[in-house]
């Protein structure tokens, strides 16, 4: 146990250390920023990011092509001295945090890991969605972790209703961004259905761009999805 806390200290010296140097060189690094295509790529100054968002985001303002090669560089070395379960324990960490790129930090290091990735996790990340403070946070969350964890296994599209359910606009939200992986393959029709007469008439306008997005993905226009759910 002490080896083992006495490792995570170092991990996360390491870590510390390594996002002091990207902040000491990011105005030299980063230029004007650019929306991508998921709207979560980061700008050059803290006032270019802010302006993305209506709620108040602490941000450094990295890029995201910087941070996710820093992400994967970090990933290597945790895999392949302490293993995936350490990799979570980090991640984990990082997503906890108040700055918009440590979270993002936190979902890169599992991005095309969630193969290795089981229910235990699949939960974790659930409960991720608690600490969200911006869209940008809660669509790399969702898209890179949670979305193809439900495609790759269809039974966990059940927890989308719970959170369609729920006061929180990014629960909501993330009901729908889950199922676009697998939309985009023509699955999850029924499940997208039923979310329309959950979240058919939700106000928030953060959460009406995320099902008409769901929707687009299975290239099912919005209006019939409507109609569809209107005969119900």
């Known amino acids: 146990m002490a080896t ?7 991990h996360s010296a390491t870590l510390q250390e390594e996002f002091e140097v990207m902040a000491k060189h990011s105005h030299t690094h980063c230029g004007p920023h650019s929306a991508g ?21 602490r941000s450094r ?22 293993g995936m379960d350490f990799l979570v324990h980090v991640a984990d960490e990082l997503f906890s945090g108040k ?7 936190g979902v890169f290091l599992l991005e095309d890991q969630t193969e290795s990735l089981g229910d235990r996790e699949f939960q974790l990340f659930t409960s991720w969605i608690d600490r969200i403070s ?6 790399s969350l969702v898209h890179c972790l949670l979305s193809p964890m439900v ?20 629960r909501r939200r993330a009901a729908c961004v889950a199922l676009i992986r697998g939309a985009r393959e023509r699955h999850f029709r029924p499940q997208i ?4 007469n959950q979240l058919l008439h939700d106000q928030d ?25 209107d005969e119900d």
């Open 4 to 10: 083992s806390k006495r490792t995570r200290r170092q």
């Open 37 to 57: 295509a998921e709207g979560w790529r980061i700008g050059a100054t803290f006032g270019r990011v802010q302006h993305f968002f209506k709620q108040e985001v």
């Open 61 to 82: 303002g990295w890029y995201t092509a910087e941070l996710r090669k820093f992400a994967v560089r970090f990933r290597r070395s945790i895999l392949r001295e302490r």
């Open 99 to 105: 700055i918009l790129e440590e979270k993002i930090m």
């Open 134 to 139: 911006s869209w940008s946070d809660h669509d």
């Open 151 to 170: 495609a790759a296994k269809a039974s966990r599209s059940r927890e989308v209703f719970a959170w369609a359910k729920s006061p929180n606009r990014w």
């Open 193 to 196: 259905l039923r979310l329309a």
């Open 205 to 229: 306008d953060m959460v009406q761009k995320a099902w008409a997005g769901c929707c687009e993905k299975q290239r099912r226009p919005t209006a019939m999805v409507r109609s569809v759910s």
